[in-house]
């Protein structure tokens, strides 16, 4: 997606340790002009699907979800970072590592909001690692539900993630794909061109 690009061209910065900082248009500031477009998009990607439920985890993917559910008319569940006293009940959980931050946590979403018969599309900011996706794909199987596939804002390809995930089979649809980066430069994957 262009403008997902243009964006991470200029205003993004990327950060020792090989973090993309995107907090001026994608996760702490949000630019709504991007935010509808990629709704739009994931749905474009997604037609015909049957997605019935879409599921991030809390905090940044909340709006790019939130967006694509949006526009393609059904619920969007998040998963919450630690269960709290309004999380009650039969739950699925998964232990999730965040390359941002470093550290690990454990995931929760309640049985009542994610089950069986339920096709769901798993949407996040970033795809690095795969970590955080994986984690999402647990609480799914778990669930009894069925992944449709995966929507991502950015994938920094070099990283690995997307890639042994799709090796399993599952369906990964990236808006801006990194090849590779640096302090001075983003270079962006090609549609056709392997990252």
């Known amino acids: 997606m262009r403008l997902m690009e243009d964006m991470i061209r200029n205003e993004g910065k990327v950060l020792p340790g090989g973090v993309l900082k995107v907090g001026s248009f994608l996760n702490q500031r949000i630019d709504t002009d991007l935010l509808r477009e990629t709704g739009q998009e994931i749905a474009r990607l997604y037609a015909g699907a049957g997605v019935n439920k879409v599921l991030t985890i809390e905090a940044s993917g909340i709006a790019i979800a939130a967006a694509a559910a949006l526009e393609m008319g059904v619920p969007m569940v998040f998963a919450k970072k630690h269960r709290s006293s309004n999380v ?3 739950v699925v959980t998964a232990v999730v590592h965040s390359f941002t931050h470093g550290e690990d946590c454990t995931v929760v979403v309640s049985r009542e909001y994610l089950g069986p018969g339920d096709r769901v599309l798993l949407v996040d900011d970033f795809l690095a690692n795969g970590a955080a996706l994986e984690g999402l794909i647990s609480l799914t199987e778990q669930a009894g539900a069925e992944v449709a596939g ?6 920094k390809c070099f990283q690995g993630g997307g890639e042994a995930l799709r090796k399993k089979g599952y369906r990964i649809e990236s808006l801006a794909r990194i090849a590779s980066m640096d302090e001075n430069s983003v270079v962006f994957v ?3 061109e392997a990252p």
């Open 150 to 155: 995966a929507a991502i804002a950015v994938e």
């Open 88 to 90: 009650e009940g039969d």
């Open 190 to 192: 090609r549609d056709g």
